[in-house]
């Protein structure tokens, strides 16, 4: 008998059914047969009632079959994901949980078809492109994701200094981890390794992804290209979204899309229900075991950890980025690299560990012309404050908020004059500014102040921007120029690049 009740094609015929069978209305079934229920003369009163068991029955086995599919799929994917003894040490169920999480650029188990899609060319090894340390909160209600720059120069335990990426080819999974751990100070309990097909086959499980770049990309090498603006990609574009390092600031402007992402593909997945949904979520699993790497522990139990989790909102999940000190390091070996600064990257660990929010209620921007209280100091109230970030890495958009004309297009000519990228035409904006206005999204500070420190007089405020912009008022009178002194040597002043840096996942959102 099938699940609903019919004969299965096949079978042997069942009992002949008499007048009254043949007039109940068949609510379910189960290992004890088919209950029907004698269905009365028609009318609209027994009508209702009847669609009403029926209704009552359907939603009471949409309880029974979600939570026996959950399990089901559990057992499923505990029988075809892989696992490792990655040397972490596993956690409570429900309790606080760091999850290494490594995207591995292996071209070995690819078909030459696939590498040369993906441009990945045909040599033999293994790479860790990705790597995040994701910190489940203690009643799991709080997710806290934290890159780690691929060029990070730290000690590898039995190998010495090397670029962190460097530690999975040298040692695979285990070593990642400890080298994670000893790095960050943190208990690595879980560990989670995704290959580049495991990445396409999740956006494109997911309907694809969204994202928004404020520059061009140009990446001659796998021939992707976007002018500034808002995509919907599928896996494979996103792949190349995700991995190129064609930009100004390199892997740290790539760091950010990964960040953008995953934030976008978490909110796809959250507003179509995908972990809350058995068929849903048995999509996205099917599509993706096979590409998936975990340690022994959670193999046993990838989606009962999923399932906790459905209920996390886009509110609740934070990236971000290592502080660092140095972000021109050249490495004894010639190597270029980037140094963390150990004292603000240990406290921001310990916070973490601590579960402290590491974001701030974003301020309203108000109607007076006076800072608000998350703006960044102007030049004229403090005093000059130390720029990491060069004008030639800073994109930024030029709204001319006044009614002067031609002003937004000699601005534009002031700030490219200046070494600033300026890759849109200037625009308009209904409302007038009197005090020339720098807006930027949090984690784009340092931007900000570089720009600030260009153009005198201006105020400077967070807010919910795609990125840096520069709203142009009646008391413009031009830019200036900006010298940012590079970090040289170990023992670098921390700078504006060393202050932890943090934003959720819904104003990593693209906007459209």
Not at 447 to 463: D, I, M
Request: aromatic share 4%; proline share 6%.
């Amino acid at each position: 008998m099938s699940d609903d009740g019919s004969d299965a094609p096949g079978a042997p015929p069942g009992p002949a059914r008499g007048p009254a069978e043949e007039d109940a209305v068949r609510v379910g079934g189960d290992a004890y047969g088919v209950v029907r229920l004698p269905q009365r003369p028609a009318s609209r009163r027994t009508r209702a009632g009847a669609r009403g068991v029926l209704l009552a029955g359907a939603l009471s086995g949409a309880v029974l079959v979600g939570s026996g599919a959950l399990w089901v799929l559990s057992s499923y994917a505990a029988g075809q994901i892989k696992s490792v003894n990655a040397g972490t040490t596993g956690s409570d169920a429900r309790g606080a949980m760091n999850i290494l999480l490594v995207g591995v650029d292996k071209r070995d188990d690819l078909t030459r078809q696939q590498q040369n899609r993906l441009h990945l060319g045909r040599e033999v090894g293994q790479r860790s492109d990705t790597i995040m340390v994701i910190r489940l909160s203690e009643d799991h209600s709080k997710v806290t994701v934290v890159s780690l720059p691929r060029d990070s120069w730290v000690d590898i335990p039995g190998k010495g200094a090397h670029k962190i990426n460097s530690a999975y080819a040298l040692g695979g999974a285990p070593l990642a981890v400890r080298t994670v751990a000893a790095a960050t100070g943190m208990t690595i309990h879980h560990y989670v390794e995704v290959n580049v097909l495991g990445f396409i086959n999740v956006v494109d499980a997911l309907g694809g992804v969204s994202v928004c770049t404020p520059v061009a990309i140009n990446d001659v090498k796998t021939r992707f290209q976007l002018a500034p603006g808002t995509y919907e990609l599928d896996g494979v574009k996103a792949l190349f979204y995700a991995r190129t390092r064609a930009t100004a600031r390199s892997d740290l402007d790539r760091i950010d899309r990964q960040q953008q992402v995953i934030s976008a593909l978490l909110q796809r997945a959250l507003s179509g229900g995908t972990l809350a949904n058995p068929a849903k979520l048995a999509d996205l699993v099917g599509s993706t075991l096979k590409t998936l790497t975990v340690d022994e522990a959670l193999a046993k139990d990838l989606l009962g950890l999923a399932n906790q989790l459905k209920d996390v909102s886009t509110d609740d999940v934070t990236f971000a980025t290592v502080p660092l000190s140095n972000v021109n390091y050249t490495a004894p070996t010639g190597e270029s690299a980037v140094l963390w600064d150990k004292p603000a990257a240990r406290d921001l660990f310990k916070r973490i560990e601590a579960d402290e929010p590491l974001v701030k209620p974003t301020p309203t921007a108000g109607t007076t012309t006076s800072p608000s209280a998350g703006a960044l100091a102007t030049p004229s109230s403090t005093p000059a404050p130390t720029l990491s970030i060069p004008p030639s890495r800073i994109a930024v958009r030029v709204v001319n908020g006044t009614d002067i004309d031609g002003l937004g297009a000699r601005a534009r000519a002031d700030l490219r004059k200046a070494g600033f990228l300026v890759p849109l035409e200037p625009v308009t904006t209904g409302t007038r500014y009197e005090n020339t206005v720098i807006r930027y999204p949090a984690g784009r500070e340092d931007s900000a102040r570089t720009l600030a420190s260009a153009v005198p007089g201006a105020e400077t405020r967070q807010a919910d921007v795609p990125g840096v912009e520069i709203i142009l008022g009646a008391t413009y009178k031009g830019t200036g120029k900006v010298t940012v002194k590079p970090s040289t040597g170990t023992t670098s002043t921390p700078s504006a690049a060393a202050t932890p840096v943090a934003r959720t996942a819904t104003q990593n959102i693209c906007k459209k």
